[in-house]
Nanobody, 123 residues
Framework: VQLQAFGGGVAHPGESLGLTCTFS????????MGWYRQGLGQERELVAT???????????SVKGRFTISGDLPTNDTKKMVYLQMNSVKPEDTGVYFC??????????????WGQGTQVTVSS
């Protein structure tokens, strides 16, 4: 199993960034992917998730600014999720972690985490 993240980096307030995460591995049953983030000294929090059937969930702090999209085919072990981050703010700064998992009846059965990629928003 491999989760690879691309993108992130440094931006000024109001600018845009994008994050891509790809999942590969001999696991067909991944049905949800998304992003979580952790600021310095803070707990990890939800950014956005997307399910195989297109259900999307956003953290309150990013609603209206971030957009998540995903490609989670049922018959392919390779899956991908993309996060478009618009109008970024300094409080968006943190380490962003890609997440992939299997949910059943809304509860997580198992999940995998990527290593994390840094996003810094600073003037």
């Amino acid at each position: 199993v491999q989760l690879q993240a691309f993108g992130g980096g440094v931006a000024h307030p109001g600018e845009s960034l994008g994050l891509t995460c790809t999942f590969s591995g001999q696991v067909l049953s991944i049905n949800i992917m998304g992003w979580y983030r952790q600021g310095l000294g803070q707990e990890r929090e939800l950014v956005a998730t997307v399910t195989q059937d297109g259900m999307i969930r956003y953290g309150d702090s990013v609603k209206g600014r971030f957009t998540i999209s995903g490609d989670l085919p049922t018959n392919d072990t390779k899956k991908m999720v993309y996060l478009q981050m618009n109008s970024v703010k300094p409080e968006d700064t943190g380490v962003y972690f890609c997440n992939a998992g299997y949910q059943l009846l809304g509860s997580s059965v198992y999940q995998y985490w990527g290593q994390g990629t840094q996003v810094t928003v600073s003037s």
